[in-house]
């Protein structure tokens, strides 16, 4: 059941909520069908975070982004899908802050 990422895919707090582990502090995001091509992902964030951004292909090929946020703010990193497949972002922190959104966008 996969879907192609439409431009500029944005997660609510209500949404994020949903997919947010408490005893772990993570995320695991579905992002649905990517085409090849670069994209940024914008992380909001409700405080300080430090952690790491795992982007995931449907072939478990795994890459990582340390993330730091000093303070309430947004962090952005771009991706890269070097095949058209179904992709997923897992985000843990280690910090007891909130991902207040989420937002993908082709840079191409």
């Known amino acids: 059941m996969s879907r192609d990422l439409q431009e500029g895919r944005h997660w609510s707090p209500e949404s ?10 993570a995320w695991f995001i579905a992002l ?11 992380l909001g964030m409700n405080g ?9 292909s449907a072939g478990f090929e795994i890459a990582d982004f340390p993330l730091q946020c000093a303070d309430k703010g ?3 990193f771009f991706l890269v899908v070097d095949r058209s497949s179904v992709h997923y972002l897992r985000l843990k922190s ?4 909130t991902l207040s959104s989420l937002g993908i966008q082709s840079a191409d």
Do not use: C, D
């Not at 994020?16 to 502090?25: D, I, V």
């Not at 300080?48 to 995931?56: D, H, R, S, T």
């Not at 280690?94 to 802050?97: D, G, N, P, R, V």
């Open 94 to 97: 280690s910090k007891a802050q």
């Open 48 to 56: 300080q975070m430090e952690g790491i951004a795992q982007f995931v």
């Open 74 to 76: 947004q962090i952005a």
């Open 32 to 42: 649905g069908h990517l085409p090849a091509g670069r994209y940024r992902a914008t």
């Open 16 to 25: 994020l909520a949903a997919l947010h582990n408490a005893k772990e502090n």
